[in-house]
C-alpha cells in the first residue's frame, strides 16, 4: 500500500520556524520526484518546493524561496521541509506528493499552474498555521 504521511504542522508565530516531515511507503522512494504543496482555504493548491531524488535537484516556489529548504534521508524514505521566517500568509494545509521522475519534473511542480491531482500520489496533509 502506498502512504505519504506528513508531521509537523502546528501553530507559530510569525518569523518563527516549522519542520515538515514527509515519509514515504509502498514504492521505489528513488524513482520519484517528491513535492510540497500548500493549499489555503478557496485558493488552488500550490506547488511550494520539490526535490528530485534521480537527479539530487531542488526547486521551490517564488515566494518561498530564501526562506524554505526541502532536503531528503532517503534511507529513511523521508522528505522534510524547512521553514523559516514564517508569515502569516505562509498559513496554509501542506501536502506532500510523489511523482516518478520521468513524468513531471521538480521544476514543472512548483510553476504556477501545475495541478496536485498531475501527482502520482498524495498525502492528506498537515496544518501550519502562521499568527501575526
Known amino acids: 500500500e502506498v502512504q505519504l504521511v506528513e508531521s509537523g504542522g502546528g501553530l507559530v508565530q510569525a518569523g518563527g520556524s516549522v519542520r515538515l516531515s514527509c515519509i514515504a511507503s509502498?514504492?521505489?522512494?528513488?524513482?520519484?520526484?517528491i513535492g510540497w504543496f500548500r493549499q489555503v482555504p478557496g485558493k488552488e493548491r500550490e506547488g511550494v518546493s520539490c526535490?528530485?531524488?534521480?537527479?539530487?535537484?531542488?526547486d521551490y516556489g517564488e515566494s518561498v524561496k530564501g526562506r524554505f529548504t526541502i532536503s531528503s534521508d532517503n534511507a529513511k524514505n523521508t522528505v522534510y521541509l524547512q521553514m523559516n521566517d514564517l508569515k502569516p500568509e505562509d498559513t496554509a494545509v501542506y501536502y506532500c506528493?510523489?511523482?516518478?521522475?520521468?513524468?513531471?519534473?521538480?521544476?514543472?511542480?512548483?510553476?504556477?499552474?501545475?495541478?496536485?491531482?498531475?501527482?502520482?500520489?498524495r498525502g492528506k496533509g498537515t496544518l501550519v498555521t502562521v499568527s501575526a
Open positions: 509502498g514504492f521505489t522512494f528513488d524513482d520519484y520526484n
Open positions: 526535490v528530485s531524488m534521480s537527479a539530487s535537484s531542488t
Open positions: 506528493a510523489a511523482v516518478k521522475f520521468d513524468r513531471l519534473p521538480c521544476l514543472s511542480i512548483v510553476a504556477i499552474g501545475t495541478s496536485y491531482y498531475s501527482m502520482d500520489y
